[in-house]
């Protein structure tokens, strides 16, 4: 008997962004991405790794679609180069000739071909992380028309593939893009100003939803939604003095981006964070609503807890130290993050579709003898599992899960240091093994659950 059994028809997939595995970076007229010039600037990227060849999957395509048929992956969430697609960023830039690269286009054509002829439902997200330098050039994410720009690239996506993609994601973790891209300044485009980081907000909140409005105007008939990066937030003392502390945390995490998408507007706490700072966020009329356009899903993206307490400056809240064990990446090992948040979600926004659209372990496990024995990826993954099952069972409406990572990949500012695949990549031969981790997984999707 399997002791952990999920609904049935619940899909099972693996996850991976463009500019962490597919290299090719200067081939087939792809234009450069914020993330190519980031990478290439002294001191960004953990020992100067960059993303130019990576995992080579744009030449290894279908050696990497039969790895997943044959560990019996279900769905493949694959994101789209923006600057593969369109070098220049917009279908109207009149300096080129052939603003549109088709041979960018066909590599996405025949990767969603080779998928459905694999039987794996192919799941795109339009934006993880590489936007065009072009646009960056313009002001990117600060300026205004870079949403109406993304919108006009969803379109044009949508025309070469919606024929055959039924599932589609907006954008992915634009927290991670304000927070670390443009306030922090440790990830592309490396910009640390308040200003900057609440025009960004907006303008990638307006372009997921300029996007949505396209979706429907062209009377696609599939699905579409937004995957967010979120916490599990906890008090750092069950005494109820951090309570609150919970709720700002949840405020500049989950409120201002789910929130603002299912119709709830920005937290007042956020905008009163900017103002006191001078800075407001540039809304125009309409903006709100378009922002809220009627998704079909919540993506979710979670690996771990945040514990929380109360703190007179900054955000108002500050993070406590870990209590428990660190995965390499970090990470509090706390499996029972991912049912904790579902459960919170799903509260909070009565009870929408969700799919986790991420969630994994990052194990530097290294191959001894050809076999890669992450043991610590395997229990705390079901640890994931358990804590997801038993919040379904509790009422969460949870269609899908999809690992990260199908391979070793370019962990952003990290480089090639942190492993999160279930198949090690060996970024001499560029060889894909499969761990004890995927035998695991195929295992969970070969049950629809585990005992
Ligand atoms: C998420 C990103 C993904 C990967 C994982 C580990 O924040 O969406 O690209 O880096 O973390």
């Known amino acids: 008997m399997t002791r952990i059994r999920f609904p049935d028809g619940f899909e099972w997939g693996t996850a991976t962004a463009a500019y962490q595995i597919e290299g090719a970076a200067y081939e087939d007229g792809r234009g450069l991405s914020i993330w190519d010039v980031f990478c290439k600037q002294p001191g960004r990227v953990q020992n100067g790794d960059h993303g130019d060849v990576a995992c080579d999957h744009y030449h290894r395509m279908p050696d990497d679609v039969a790895l997943m048929k044959s560990l019996g992956i279900q769905s493949y969430r694959f994101s789209i180069s923006w600057p593969r697609v369109l070098p220049f960023g917009t279908p109207q830039h009149r300096r080129v000739q052939q603003p549109i690269n088709e041979r960018g286009i066909d590599f996405y054509s025949r990767l969603v071909d080779a998928l459905l002829a694999a039987g794996i439902t192919p799941c795109p997200t339009l934006y993880h992380w590489d936007l065009p330098q ?21 379109g044009l996506m949508y025309a070469r593939l919606g024929d055959r993609v039924e599932r589609w994601i907006t954008h992915n973790e634009p927290w991670v893009v304000v927070t670390y891209g443009h306030r922090v300044g440790t990830m592309a485009p490396g910009i640390a100003e308040a200003d900057v980081a609440a025009r960004a907000t907006h303008h990638i909140l307006l372009s997921h939803g300029l996007a949505v409005e396209r979706y429907r105007a062209e009377g696609q008939g599939g699905a579409i939604g937004i995957t967010n990066s979120n916490s599990s937030y906890e008090p750092a003392e069950a005494d109820g003095s951090c309570d609150g502390a919970v709720e700002l945390a949840r405020d500049f995490d989950t409120r201002l981006y789910t929130g603002a998408v299912l119709g709830r507007g920005y937290p007042d706490s956020v905008l009163r964070h900017y103002e006191a700072r001078g800075v407001a966020f540039p809304i125009e009329d309409g903006d709100m609503a378009t922002i809220a356009a009627p998704t079909d899903f919540v993506g979710v993206n979670l690996y771990s807890r945040t514990r929380v307490r109360p703190a007179d400056s900054g955000l108002g809240f500050t993070v406590a130290p870990p209590t428990l064990p660190l995965t390499p990446m970090g990470y509090e090992r706390a499996p029972h993050a991912l049912g904790d948040f579902v459960r919170f979600l799903s509260a909070e926004y009565e009870r929408p579709k969700i799919y986790i659209t991420e969630n994994g372990v990052c194990d530097n496990t290294e191959p001894v003898d050809g076999e890669i024995d992450d043991v610590d990826r395997e229990s705390l993954l079901r640890g994931f599992l358990e804590g997801l099952h038993r919040a379904i069972e509790d009422g969460a409406d949870v269609r899908g899960y999809y690992l990260w990572s199908l391979l070793d990949n370019f962990e952003w500012s990290f480089g090639y240091s942190k492993r999160f695949g279930i198949v090690h990549t060996d ?25």
């Open 427 to 451: 970024y001499d031969t560029l060889q894909r093994t499969p761990k004890r981790s995927a035998g695991f997984y195929r295992d969970v999707i070969a049950n629809n659950g585990f005992d």
């Open 134 to 154: 072009a646009l960056q050039d313009r002001g990117g994410w600060a300026f205004r028309d870079t949403a109406a720009h993304f919108a006009d690239y969803a």
